[in-house]
């Protein structure tokens, strides 16, 4: 009885394996449209972690579905280009999303311009970087004046704005 189900699955399975051919017409069109494939951005050159991602630097690749797998990688051009390497990135390979950052407007220890303003009065003063930060991240930073420690939200001119 077992035996007489095995042939039957086997002579089942031969069955659906040759109707799935013809309907794709060949075995690499059958693994192409099962899986399919997805152009995805790579680096032509190796990026060391700090250094800026250019345009010119990344092409568009021919990956397979079971190559991408679940990896949480970068998918498109405009995600990748101006962003800041965290890690290595080789030529060829995908780039994962915990490899790269905004660029850092604000550096650790360096002087910032810090701006108040509200209801038409403007406040501009010097402080040092407590914290390095990209635009619309809230970093600490400590008046050269006063000596207090503020809070600001770093700007896109690379500015801190205090007093929200």
Same mark, same amino acid.
């Given at each position: 009885? $077992? ?21 794709? *017409? ?18 032509? =050159?190796?990026?060391?972690?700090? &250094?800026? =991602? +250019?345009? *010119?630097? $990344? #092409? ?13 990688? %970068? ?6 280009? *101006? +962003?800041?390497? /965290? ?14 950052? #905004?660029? /850092? ?12 303003? &509200?209801?038409?009065?403007?406040? =501009? ?11 619309? &991240?809230?970093? /600490? ?6 000596? %207090? ?11 801190? /704005?205090? *007093? &929200?």
């Amino acid at each position: 009885m $077992i035996r007489a189900c095995r042939q039957a699955g086997a002579v089942l399975g031969i069955m659906l394996a040759a109707t799935l051919l013809t309907l794709a *017409g060949s075995p690499a069109a059958l693994a192409q449209n099962a899986g399919g494939s997805r152009a995805m951005p790579v680096p032509t =050159i190796t990026i060391y972690p700090g &250094e800026t =991602i +250019k345009e *010119g630097v $990344i #092409e568009m690749r021919e990956f397979s579905a079971h190559a991408l797998g679940r990896a949480p990688v %970068v998918a498109d051009l405009p995600a990748l280009t *101006g +962003k800041v390497a /965290r890690r290595t990135l080789l030529p060829g390979q995908l780039v994962p999303r915990n490899a790269i950052e #905004e660029p /850092r407007l604000v550096e650790r220890g360096r002087s910032v311009q810090v701006v108040f303003a &509200e209801a038409g009065m403007t406040i =501009i003063g010097i402080a040092s970087a407590l914290e390095a930060g990209s635009v619309g &991240e809230r970093v /600490r930073a400590r008046n050269l004046d006063s000596g %207090v420690t503020i809070m600001g939200t770093v700007q896109p001119d690379g500015t801190l /704005r205090v *007093g &929200e």
